[in-house]
């Protein structure tokens, strides 16, 4: 009996002190803050790119330049068209791409964008705004956080107008700054390709 309670009582203090998940802060320009939950055991590689390009300070003062109601809206483009990145993609973490991610694009799910190559992303992301969006995205994006704190905000964002397009942000919404607390673990990012200038 004295066994067991000691393997009980070993296991409940590995998993109280087992690694916590990254957590984000968006500061954004006018609406507020919003708290973001990564999940490096969903899609490990796709978290530890986020984390090092917010690291670098890569997201500070970049926009959301597109908005799709009841749909997305993204941002992350140094050029702030759609057509921008870091200089390098990584592999997409889906299941499209022969890789397990169980996380559905629900209300709230942080996912990169990416092009028509599954292995195109790069720093560009997209917030879901309506669990619908799960029957087009599942599947087909790295899904890898959620956003836990601030989807009063999201929603006033998604009252901005959009242009004739039916996306493009008449005013983009700027990202101010982007912090991340890995509380104390380093993360390595594998880039797999470098853009062409």
């Known amino acids: 009996m004295?066994?067991?309670?000691?393997?009980?009582?070993?296991?409940l203090f590995l998993t109280g002190c087992g690694s916590k998940n990254p957590i984000v802060t968006m500061e954004i320009e006018n609406y507020g803050n919003l708290t973001i939950e990564l999940y490096p055991a969903i899609a490990p590689n796709t978290v530890a790119n986020f984390v090092n390009l917010i690291?670098?300070?890569?997201?500070?003062?970049?926009?959301?330049?597109?908005?799709?109601?009841?749909?997305?809206?993204q941002g992350g483009d140094p050029l702030g068209n759609g057509t921008g990145?870091?200089?390098?993609?990584?592999?997409g973490e889906f299941k499209s791409n022969n890789f397990n991610n169980s996380l559905a694009h629900n209300m709230g799910v942080i996912s990169m964008a990416r092009g028509n190559s599954y292995d195109s992303a790069g720093s560009q992301f997209f917030i879901v705004l309506d669990s619908k969006a799960r029957t087009s995205l599942d599947g087909n994006y790295a899904s890898f956080g959620k956003v836990i704190e601030g989807m009063d905000i999201i929603k006033k964002m998604e009252n901005q107008e959009v242009a004739e397009d039916g996306e493009t942000l008449i005013e983009k919404i700027v990202?101010?700054?982007?912090?991340?607390?890995?509380f104390g673990k380093?993360?390595?990012?594998?880039?797999i390709t470098q853009d062409i200038e």
Do not use: A, N, Q
Not at 55 to 73: C, P, Q, S
């Open 186 to 191: 380093k993360y390595t990012v594998k880039k």
């Open 55 to 73: 690291e670098e300070g890569f997201y500070d003062g970049l926009t959301f330049h597109r908005l799709v109601k009841g749909f997305v809206i």
């Open 85 to 91: 990145g870091p200089g390098y993609t990584i592999e």
């Open 2 to 11: 004295k066994k067991i309670i000691f393997l009980l009582l070993t296991l």
């Open 175 to 182: 990202i101010t700054k982007m912090s991340v607390d890995t």
